[in-house]
């Protein structure tokens, strides 16, 4: 027959060990704050107090673009002028390819040519018949955020 004596001491070793693990998991108050939400960057975050910044204004050149992951997934961030910029779905509405980066003013699909506007979105030349989908974005002080 199995000594008593060992098994409550066993026992009482394993739900002592067990039981604060967890009771902090489970418990409403605790040492650690929750997270918080990422409070908002540049000039104080926006009106909407809910944009995603997606990259820095001066990440992004004047005539140029990128494309980053953000909030709404890729974005291919365009900057037309000094104090616009535009949000495009990089991929391309045609073959599924991602498309290249403006440059003349231009987007250019690699896998099968297609031309598009890089101010509007709008197909200049094929396969594709159909323009890039635009992606809600606006200035917000020193970032790009979803808008």
């Known amino acids: 027959m199995p000594d008593p004596t060992r098994r409550t001491v ?12 967890s009771l902090a998991a489970c418990s409403s108050t ?4 929750p997270a918080a939400p990422p409070a908002p960057t540049g000039g104080g975050g926006s009106a909407g107090g809910g944009a995603t910044p997606l990259a820095k204004l001066a990440d992004v050149p004047v005539g140029g673009g990128t494309i980053v992951n953000g909030g709404p ?11 616009e910029v535009r949000g ?6 045609h073959a599924g390819a991602s498309v290249g980066l403006p440059s003349g003013g231009t987007i250019t699909c690699p896998a099968h040519g297609s031309v598009f506007n890089a101010s509007s979105g709008d197909v200049q030349k ?6 890039l989908t635009p992606v809600n974005v606006k200035i917000d002080g020193d970032n790009i955020v979803s808008a």
């Open 126 to 131: 094929g396969p594709a018949t159909t323009g």
């Open 73 to 83: 997934g890729r974005v291919l961030l365009v900057r037309p002028s000094e104090n």
């Open 10 to 21: 066993v026992c009482g070793l394993l739900a002592g060990l067990v039981a604060p693990v």
């Open 30 to 33: 605790s040492d650690t704050p």
């Open 88 to 93: 495009y779905d990089p991929v391309c509405p």
